[in-house]
């Protein structure tokens, strides 16, 4: 990946003054940072979630600022206590989900040949298989705790990951630097992780976040199937006992409104930060910005064309 | 037709790579359904009994590819066994009394929402920076980040339950008959409507995005801008011009989308209790009906492969570079 232009620094600081200049960004990152206080800190304030603490289905009064549940347990406490395990699970299979499709696509756009043969039809085939069915069939064999929805998600969300870093790996294997390393007799591992893996890191960043995002969805509709461990307390999980107490039938919004809306704001939070992040990873969008601001310093306002990175060979 | 017969190869393929999974998953793992019947019983079955079910299941004591092979004549004959939950039915005539409706639902979401965000793209790139270009993304991105489920829950609640706009469930009520009459369509479409538009609404945004952003491109490039400079009208330029080649990334994605989509649709027909696979699944895996829930994976598998074979015509008709077989 080519550093953008404009002003830039390394990695990192160009990233966060990227996130500073775009606002959409900025609010991701802000939801984010909520949403991680709560995770990390926000157990503390509350007791058992599971405590029996009123009447079940309560409206929200001020001891219960969401209600309770049809189990009489506080809705804002199971809240708070499973942030942190639907993030935890989210985030990890987010990133296990990259490596995975990075372990796969790495070596199939490297080696080309036969290996990518191979590679490309095993992640062709299970990108086409329909991920939720195959997550239920293989989820229902194993025991119901947060690790077989974990393992699950991985196997079915590896796939479209390992498609884009082989594409990305083909065509940094044609580049020059690449070539150099090779002429020089460097063995493939190393051109593998020191040349190839640090040039795509931005690449895996945004996919991390990606994941992610499909990680959260997903655990949530796996848990709201009931696949997961129902007797731990996490956003899928309370969702799943709405369904369950038949909430919507009785008219108990509280149960499922508050978890729904988390899992919408940390994906929306995410996506936002990963369009930040593409603002300075693709130099089509960073080239744009440039433009704009330069014809915005002559007072002129920006027209419809779009300025196009072209290869001159 | 090379293209064709090469990317139905692949379909078969992977057709096979399901079904293969559907053998070998129950005897990898820890526990077969047998016995997890059997412990379902509590001891109100006989040892006995439980071979008699390893053996309904196909868990035979014959090596493991005679077994194998037994199993694959069994699927291509549309043999997929004995359903738990709704003991003595066919899997396969359970799920096929169901499959029209999850048909119906995710068809019609499907296309409805490709359509009508991507007519919603081409418009957002063409008047670039207004008022639709600023808010709309924005909008339905955020309600794409809902799970679809979710969102069902949310106007099954609004709209059903407070409004009583909708009814709150099912297919089509009770004191309706079933028949080609137009009151029964009308009730069926009723009763469709939330569902349906819950998964348009949560798909939107994708397509829109990625109609847009291929869109600004297109109409970036010199033929668009000669096409212009020859005077043709806005809507020529737009739909004879741009569209056409626009659309390439979005029937792509349109194809990979299917097997995602769908799965959302199923977990929309839940909260509806929709006479869908969604619901059949729900069953499934509350009575651990390891047969249905296979046969269920099995056919939807089946489903989204032969509409990726429909999307490769389709790209076989927009992208005249596939046609030249000269790989």
Known sequence: MKQPSGPSGSGLGSWARAIHRDRKGLFGACVLGAFALVAIAGPWFFGDPSALVGIPLQPPTWPHPLGTNGQGQDVLAQLVVGTRASLLLGFAVGLAVVLLGALVGVPAGYFGGRTDGVLSIFSNVFLVLPGLPLAIVIAAYLPASPATVAIVLVVTGWAWNARVVRSQTLALRRRDFVAAAVVAGESDVRILLVEILPSMLSVLVAQVIGSTVYAIGAQVGLEFLGLGDVSRVSWGTMLYWAQNDSALLTGAWWMFVPPGLCVALVGFGLTLLNSAFDEISNPRLALERVWRAHLASRGRAPERSTPVVRNHA | ?327
């Open chain 2, 1 to 327: 037709m090379r293209y064709l017969l090469k990317r139905l190869g692949f379909y078969v393929l992977a057709a096979f790579a399901a079904v293969t999974l559907n053998f070998f998953l129950p005897r990898l793992m820890p526990g077969d359904p047998a016995t997890a019947l059997f412990a379902r019983f509590k001891g109100r079955l006989s040892p006995e009994s439980l071979d008699a079910l390893r053996a309904a299941f196909g868990l035979t004591n014959a090596p493991l590819w005679k077994q194998y092979l037994t199993y694959l004549s069994h699927v291509l004959h549309g043999d997929l066994g004995t359903s738990i939950a709704y003991f003595p039915s066919a899997v396969s005539q359970v799920i096929g009394s169901a499959l029209g409706w999850t048909l119906f639902v995710a068809g019609t979401a499907v296309i409805l929402s490709f359509a009508i965000g991507t007519l919603l793209g081409m418009a957002a790139a063409w008047w670039r920076r207004g008022a639709l270009d600023t808010w709309l993304p924005s909008t339905l991105v955020f309600f794409g980040s809902f799970p679809y489920f979710w969102l069902a829950m949310a106007a099954l609640y609004v709209l059903g339950f407070s409004f009583r706009w909708f009814p709150l469930g099912h297919a089509y009520s009770d004191d309706t008959t079933p028949g080609w009459t137009a009151a029964f369509a009308l009730d069926v479409l009723r009763h469709a409507a939330l569902p349906i538009a819950t998964v348009v609404l949560a798909t939107l945004g994708g397509w829109l995005l990625t109609m847009r952003n291929t869109m600004i491109s297109v109409l970036g490039s010199d033929y668009v801008n000669l096409a212009r400079a020859k005077g043709l009208s806005p809507a020529r330029v737009v739909l004879r011009y741009a569209a056409r080649n626009a659309l390439l990334p979005s029937v792509t994605g349109f194809g990979m989308a299917l097997g995602f989509v769908l799965g959302g649709s199923l977990l929309t027909e839940i909260v509806f209790s929709y006479p869908g696979q969604g619901y059949l699944l729900v069953q499934a895996v509350r009575n651990q009906d390891y047969p249905l829930m296979q046969g269920i994976f099995l056919v939807i598998t089946l489903a989204v492969l032969g509409a990726n074979w429909l999307v490769d015509v389709a790209i076989l008709w927009l992208d005249p570079r596939t046609r030249d077989s000269s790989e």
